[in-house]
């Protein structure tokens, strides 16, 4: 007898959750956009389980809170299909701009071109798509310059050549893939004089930077003058292996990032250096030039801006953009 | 103590078509060795699942160790006192001794074990059954005999007054019968009562103290060992003339010529399978338009018989001849290229695709004849197939889309049937075609199988109800032991006669007794 | 006993007089979700049901959607692939190489610049490297009898390993207008994947509901023991799924690589997952034998709204697969719950 109403009961009970479930997680998108001429702009990351990102992330806030623009946050979780449906649905919404770092340069064009065509202006940040004619510009740190910026230090260091250890970052990922390419720009010539006598992925994760260079230290006869990772988190990992054979201070340590972690690393000398590509200045330019073209009509000048990477050792450090998050 | 330790009264228990049990009275005394007794079907298990406590009874009373018990459930009847161990044990292989001794009420200090006190403790049950086995062992170690000692152990832990033994020899070798009766008598000295379920009446006689014969749901007989003889026993068990159930069909059939010939056919032990019955030099025909019975105790080989021929199970030797003609089967498939059906013994389990309509039931095994371009199965000859057989066999459903598993049991098995049928078969094997159905369906599924005969296809019926067998065959082959041991024609059987065929022989104390086996036909 | 029987007599009469609405409703319980959260999304936000949205969304699930399919057909026979998204990727870098003739990615626009075999041959390509793939796994599974789970877990692993050897240089990328039209280009204002997926999930409908095949994959699938004592070929049944998902996997490749205009190493992450809870949301049993591709259309384009709708909103990142992943379980728990008073 109470088949009836129970059914309906549980329908309810789902189309409630759902219901609230969007509401509570929605603050305030309807009157935002209720207000008119307030600007809404998608800010698009390629993973925000990487804390590079929401650093990016959240300097592109702190910028649009200061310009008085809304920021729709777009979590592209490592997957350019994804990013891709975030920009179409930012598309939809009719917002007023984009700023992006693709996941990927090449798989996003097509994404950032349906943009295009919808009148919609786009800064790229930190990574550069170029096959997109009418995007409005881009702000970005090469990060083979960055690869390169690592090698420069390593001939700085050891002016009488070296033995590097390399630990790349995630397979098939564009900016491991560049990285490492800078790193051998520089190296490769000078081959006679800096070896790379190891070199193995550790796909940017801590716990395997780790075990990779344990397995690689263990298996070496005399340990590298050297070790330069892809990116901070593997770079902490070695310097865990490191520590744990006594090897402190005698294997130079470069990482990529400049993570405060690093940072801090860096500050108190067990991390030789860390690469400093900027991005959350360059988060935020992107967002004041795309605000300043929307608002006033001026393009950014130049349009494509490159800000250079810089090693970041126990003497420049005050250089740093997250030196204030260490505590 | 006086008073019997256990007695069951006016016992009745119904289900849907069956009286399972109809007033049956049960007693055993303390310090008894008690046998059970009956044909397949004769309520036994039934009784036996009531004193567990997996069934209720819809009537009557149950008096253990002198007050009245109920038996809500198997955890409460180990509790009070009642251990089963069943043909198939209840251990976990891959666990030690000792876990399994004391699964559910490991000792030790709150949610922690103790493996030492697990250990000592699992070591002193084991000697009182002065048995050797390293409380650590995986039970899949173990040989059967010593799984069996395990459970003894095991009940005698729960301090059981009474335990229950269901076909405890089939598995055993004589030595370890042996070792099995000794602990028995063991056990009966300490006052417990044991009930014996067997079909091996042999050992009945060595081991038991008195017997009840169960027949149709009641008690039909029993009384002291001592007084009877096996002879009576199979009497009792038997009891009534079969043509009292079932109308005997088969007498103006008139059998063609050979269509099935199988030769030497042997099966090994299958390490997929280890439980089933090997089977040895099997020689059988069958010939259009006959039904040939197939009649065995549990555990005879029938079944296995049926699936090797199948090709469902592997065989290691035998030649199967079809129409004269040498075939090689491998696989179902095979087997019904070459025209053989088989109704398997476990509807639900081998035959039926319960989530599925009626209608691909029916059709799955001939969809390649309703198909157009070899592919696409027309709905319209599908659903014609479906109406022809719902016609011919009287398949009572609402329609040819309701699910198989609404349907009752005997319905059910007419959609097996039907499947066969359309693909006509020249051999159909029906591996217990009524069984779990009820008596009005059980006397159409006789009639549709009689139609068959006479339409000319050859059937192996195999059944483990004799009067069945004696209603619908022509010939009657009966098994043993993974062996042939008789042929008896149909019209001249007796189920007295086909007992004495299938009745297993044992030489438990050297000296083989042999006035009962006797592996004569009797023709 | 008698008087219990009696007073659920009337109770069952009740019960089966009630508004056969409801029974739809019941029947159709993902559809019904799917209907209510369009309602939702649309009144929150109206640019959900324009019709270039609509047809993001269909366009955003179709990758995955022709992979559900496949796994419908899997799943059905109690299995799974968990290979999927590994052999998107071989299949999309195989599709990149044969259109290019090289492993080098080209950054130029212009569309000359085809050496390659054209998106014919890439497509083949991509198709037969999903369905050996599929092959080599159902081998495995058929024949040397290890568990679908674990053959196409270590596929998972296998593929993937490929795909990075591959493309160790990076992505390929830069095709063609005419194999990039295989992702990007429209019949009218219908995007050129989604037909793909529809015509393909219509496809698979004819096979499972009108054929032979069809039928001996529910059979399998409900009791492989009375399918094998039926006549049916178990073995061939279990094997050909696994071709079958293979073939869609590597179209699936094919239609993404032209959709992103580039071949990934990294493409195609995490797919199984979706891909599986789309074909169980949409009713079909991990158990087997019970489940329609209908249902697998419906599961994944429940998915893409549900993501598509609340990226739409705005709803912050983080909360978004929160949300998703209660949703998701809402939704089987409902029609969990619908079958079993259905049943009663």
Known sequence: ?327 | MSGPLLRMEHITKRFPGVLALDDAFFEVEPGEAHGLLGENGAGKSTLLKILSGAYQPDIGSIEFGGEAVTLESPLAAQRKGIATIYQEFNLIPTMTVAENMFLGREPGYGRFISWKRMREQTMEQLSRLRLQIDPMALVSDLSVGEQQMIEIARALSMESRLIIMDEPTSALNEQEVRRLFHIVDDLKKRGLGIIFVTHRLQEVMETCDRVTVLRDGRRVGGGEVARLSVDDLIKMMVGRSSTQLFTRLAAQRAPGPVVMKVEGLARDRDPANPYATLLKNINLEVRAGEILGLAGLMGAGRTELARSIFGADPRERGRIEIGGEPVTIRSPTDAIRHGIGLVPEDRKQQALFLELAVRHNLAISSLRKLSFAGWFVSDAAELELVERYRKLLDIRMTSAEVKIADLSGGNQQKVVLARWLALQPKVLIVDEPTRGIDVAAKAEVHQQLDLMARAGIAIIAISSELPEILAISDRIVTMREGRITGSVPGDRATEEGLMDLMAVETTILGEPRSQVGVSEPRL | MTQATAARQPNREQRSGFPSILAMLSRYAPAVCLVLLMIVFAILEPSFLSPLNLFNVMRQISIEGLIAIGMTFVILTAGIDLSVGSLVAVAGLAAAILAKGSTASSFSLSTSEAQGYGWFAAMLGAIAVGMIGGAIQGTAITMLKVPPFVVTLGGLSVFRGLALMISASGPISGFDESYRWWGQGRIGPVPIPVIIFLAFAAIAFVVLRYTRYGRQIYAVGGNREAARLSGVNVRRVLFSVYVIIGFLSGLAGFVLSARLNSSEAVAGIGYELNVIASVVIGGTSLFGGVGSIFGTVIGSILIGVLINGLVLLNVNPYVQQITIGLILVAVVAFDQFAKARRLK
């Open chain 1, 1 to 327: 007898m109470l088949s009836g109403p129970r059914r309906f009961g549980s329908l309810a009970r789902i189309l409630a959750l759902a219901v609230v479930g969007i509401a509570l997680a929605s603050p305030m998108s309807r009157t935002a956009e209720a207000q008119d001429k307030k600007l809404v702009i998608l800010g698009s990351l390629p993973g925000l389980k990487f804390p590079f990102f929401v650093h990016m992330l959240k300097q592109i806030e702190a910028e649009g809170k200061k310009l008085g623009v809304d920021i729709i946050e777009g979590d592209g979780q490592v997957s350019s299909t994804k990013q891709t449906a975030d920009v179409e649905a930012a598309i939809t919404r009719k917002v007023d701009g984009i700023v992006i770092s693709p996941n990927e340069v090449d798989a996003m064009a097509p994404a950032l071109q349906e943009a295009v065509d919808a009148k919609i202006p786009v800064m790229t940040i930190d990574r550069r798509v170029d096959k997109v004619p009418g995007l409005l510009g881009h702000v970005g740190a090469d990060n083979t310059k960055g690869g390169e910026a690592q090698a420069q230090l390593i001939l700085k260091l050891f002016p009488n050549g070296a033995t590097v250890m390399n630990l790349q970052g995630q397979p098939g990922a564009g900016p491991a893939i560049d990285r490492n390419k800078g790193l051998h720009n520089v190296l490769d010539p000078v081959k006679d004089k800096y070896k790379i006598v190891f070199e193995q992925t550790a796909e940017f994760d801590r716990v395997k930077g780790l075990s990779v260079t344990e397995a690689a230290l263990a298996g070496m006869k005399s340990p590298p003058d050297v070790i330069v990772a892809a990116n901070d988190d593997m770079i902490l990992g070695a310097m865990e292996a490191v520590k744990a054979r006594n090897l402190s201070g005698k294997i130079a340590l470069i990482g990529f990032d400049a993570l405060p972690e690093a940072l801090s690393r860096v500050k108190d000398g067990s991390l030789t250096a860390t690469i400093e590509q900027f991005p959350g200045l360059q988060s935020s330019k992107a967002l004041d030039k795309l605000v300043e073209y929307l608002r006033k009509g001026t393009k950014p000048d130049p349009k494509i801006e490159l800000l250079t990477p810089i090693a970041i050792t126990k003497d420049n450090i005050d250089k740093a953009e997250r030196l204030s998050e260490i505590k």
